[in-house]
C-alpha cells in the first residue's frame, strides 16, 4: 500500500466479500476449490494528495463496559 502510495495510487484492504466468497470466485475467474480468499486490495489514482486521519468520535462515546 506504501508502494502504491508513491506512485500516487490508493488501496484499501477490505474482506467483506468473503459473505459472498464463491460469487466473488466465479466473477473473478478465481477456482473456488483450489484458492482461499482472504482478502481484495482494490487500486485506484486517488483525487487529490492530502491525506489525513479520519474524524473519529471519542472512544468512551463508542466503548460501552
Known sequence: ????RSRGLGSALTTCHLLHE???AELL???FEE???VALVPVAY???T???AA???ASSEAIRV
Open 50 to 52: 492530502e491525506f489525513k
Open 35 to 37: 484458492v482461499t480468499q
Open 22 to 24: 464463491r460469487e466473488t
Open 1 to 4: 500500500m506504501l508502494a502504491l
Open 46 to 48: 486517488t483525487v487529490g
Open 55 to 57: 474524524e473519529r468520535a
Open 29 to 31: 475467474g478465481i477456482p
